[in-house]
Every structure is written in structure tokens, then in C-alpha cells.
């Protein structure tokens, strides 16, 4: 079974920015990001295929670009113009990604990075 380790929170003000990462234990196709707060399911941010097709949720879009780097197993997920809201554990997941849609393999998520924007 494929680990995922996310790394790349932290606290930041309003309007900053931070990058996520993600690194891979093994090879994997599709990756994606979900958020989430205490007493909240988790909301979908972002996923990307294996060969870089994307696609966004609502939730940070226009706001947040993921990418990847297949050589280091890695994804990334930049978020722009941080806002109070987006404060949240960000998990780094590894699923399949439809025409307009990812649905994550519910048992490969990450550990979580908490992501703190202050106002």
C-alpha cells in the first residue's frame, strides 16, 4: 500500500501564500488534495492525473494551482490569496480522476498539514 506524506503548512496571513506538498512512498496515478475543519467532512480542493490533466473543486479555485512531479512522486498544491477560511487540515489523497470528477481511494490518505491563516 502506497504512503503519502504532506508537508508545507503553516501559519499565514491573509493574503499570503503557501505550497503543499506531497510526497509519494510508490508510483500512483491520480493525487489529490481535500481539506478539512473540526466537526466538517472533508471538502475536495484539487486533484491531477498522471499526466497532468487537472481539475478543481469550488472551494479554492482561481485561488490554488496543483501540480506534480512524477520523477520525486510528488504533488504540490499552491495556494494564493490565503483567506481566513482556508484555514484547515490539507490530506493528500491518491484516487482516480474522471472527465469532471476524482473520487479518492478511501484507503490512501495522508497524515494531514494544518494550514492557519490569520486574519
Known amino acids: 500500500q502506497v504512503r503519502l506524506v504532506e508537508s508545507g503548512g503553516g501559519l499565514v496571513q491573509a493574503g499570503g501564500s503557501l505550497r503543499l506538498s506531497c510526497v509519494a512512498s510508490g508510483d500512483i496515478d491520480a493525487m489529490g488534495w481535500y481539506r478539512q475543519t473540526p466537526g466538517s467532512y472533508r471538502d475536495f480542493v484539487a486533484a491531477?492525473?498522471?499526466?497532468?490533466?487537472?481539475y478543481y473543486g469550488d472551494s479554492m479555485k482561481g485561488r490554488s494551482t496543483i501540480s506534480r512531479d512524477n520523477a520525486k512522486k510528488t504533488a504540490y498544491l499552491q495556494m494564493n490569496a490565503l483567506r481566513h477560511e482556508d484555514t484547515a487540515v490539507y490530506y493528500c489523497?491518491?484516487?482516480?480522476?474522471?472527465?469532471?470528477?476524482?473520487?479518492?481511494?478511501?484507503?490512501?490518505w495522508g497524515q494531514g498539514t494544518q494550514v492557519t491563516v490569520s486574519s
Open positions: 491531477i492525473s498522471g499526466n497532468g490533466r487537472t
Open positions: 489523497t491518491e484516487g482516480t480522476l474522471g472527465d469532471n470528477w476524482y473520487r479518492p481511494n478511501s484507503e490512501t
